[in-house]
């Protein structure tokens, strides 16, 4: 599938995990349609790379991510640290392997992406990704 989601601007996403709170920058250089064959079913949805920076004792990363018809979140395919520097790399969509998921504080800035693109009709962490039409 080749609809693509322009990039979005940076955002600014606050953690707090135990009374601390750490701020980051996200930005969404990539968000789209996506469809790969699968071991039993192709795995459609949606993929986005969301590039993370936090402050000085926090080193960036790059993640890609993808979201698959019916599920509510976004699941971690791959990381990449600081010189693309690979963390760990599944694939679109594998579901075969333990899985990690975005926080729920980041996950809002993609599903809200993911709306102001028309790329979904719904998504959420409570509500099952369903993708808008492609046009013809």
């Known amino acids: 599938m080749t609809d693509t989601a322009p990039a ?11 009374a601390h709170s750490t701020v980051y920058t996200v930005t969404i250089p ?10 039993i079913r192709p795995a459609v949805g949606l993929y986005a790379i ?16 993808s979201m698959l018809v019916g599920e509510t979140d976004w699941t971690v395919d791959a990381k990449f640290g600081t010189g693309s520097f690979p963390h760990w790399s599944n694939g679109f969509g594998a579901r075969y392997l333990k899985t990690k998921t975005m926080p ?6 993609l599903d809200r992406a993911a709306h102001a693109a028309g790329l979904v ?5 409570q509500t099952p990704l369903i993708l808008a039409p ?3």
Request: glycine share 6%; charged share 20%.
């Open 121 to 125: 009709q719904q998504i959420g962490r």
């Open 8 to 18: 979005a601007a940076p955002h600014t996403v606050t953690v707090t995990r135990d």
């Open 30 to 39: 990539t968000m789209e349609h996506h469809q790969e064959p699968g071991i």
């Open 104 to 109: 729920d504080e980041f996950a809002q800035v």
């Open 134 to 136: 492609t046009p013809a």
């Open 50 to 65: 969301l590039r993370v920076t936090g402050d000085q004792n926090t080193r960036p990363a790059s993640y890609h991510l």
